[in-house]
């Protein structure tokens, strides 16, 4: 299983400050989802989008589903130190695919706030 | 509504010892997944089970087995644990889609 390519690898951000970052891959896919873990917990998801071009908010987050189907973007606005953890983008592909019923993950962007 | 819930939360092996993970999930779902999480290669999929009675090989199932007990139970087994199974052990379930999955507390096992 191909990882999926995530940047920036780490971030460190000051308390009111706009975040982006970026999925891509070589394949395409059906579904992006991104995720948030926090140290000593499990992912737990934030948004999810299934359409080509779709862009979905939850909160100060925003998210898009790349119009190639190759990539994804999150955005996280007005920072708060409560964003502090690691964000992983993931996706799933079609059923006519060898990979259909699993999920494809980045390695993560790590997220630090400062005050 | 507790989730997934996963058993133990630590773990410490020595080589060749044989322990088992335990995960179970209460919102009826028909897949369930076990992940390992090293540092800066996010989640690997090891086994899962798309549905009660069968299960499928992931990424990295080499020095696993598992077994879907029933809908709700899904555990992972470590025949002779080795150093390289050191890792961070995360058990997922979805309703039977692959799309959204959500994911326990995770067990930290160190192999000695």
């Known amino acids: 299983g191909q990882q999926l390519n995530q940047s920036p690898q780490s971030m460190f951000i000051q308390e009111g400050e706009d975040v982006s970052m970026n999925c891509t891959s070589s394949s395409i896919f059906n579904t992006w989802l991104w995720y948030k873990q926090e140290p000593g917990e499990g992912p737990v998801l934030l948004i999810a989008l299934y359409k080509a071009g779709e862009l979905t908010s939850n909160g100060r987050l925003t998210a898009q589903f790349g119009i190639t189907r190759k990539d994804s973007f999150l955005n996280i606005s007005a920072s708060i130190p409560s964003d502090v953890g690691i964000y992983f983008c993931?996706?799933?592909?079609?059923?006519?695919?060898?990979?259909?019923?699993?999920?494809?993950f980045g390695a993560g962007t790590q997220v630090v706030v400062t005050p | 509504n507790a989730g997934v819930t996963q058993t133990p939360k630590f773990q410490v092996l020595k080589t060749g010892q044989s322990m088992t993970l335990q995960c179970a999930q209460d919102m009826n779902h028909n897949s369930m997944y076990w992940y390992r999480q090293d540092p800066g290669m996010g989640l690997r999929l090891i086994y899962y089970?798309?549905?009660?009675?069968?299960?499928d090989k992931g990424e990295v199932p080499n020095g696993y087995n598992v077994s879907r007990l029933n809908k709700r139970e899904f555990s992972l087994r470590l025949e002779s644990a080795a150093p390289s199974q050191t890792s961070v052990y995360f058990c997922?379930?979805?309703?039977?889609?692959?799309?959204?999955?959500?994911f326990g507390p995770g067990t930290r096992l160190t192999v000695l």
């Open positions: 997922a379930s979805s309703e039977g889609t692959p799309h959204v999955q959500f």
């Open positions: 089970s798309a549905s009660e009675g069968t299960t």
């Open positions: 993931a996706g799933s592909r079609d059923r006519t695919t060898d990979s259909w019923g699993k999920l494809q």
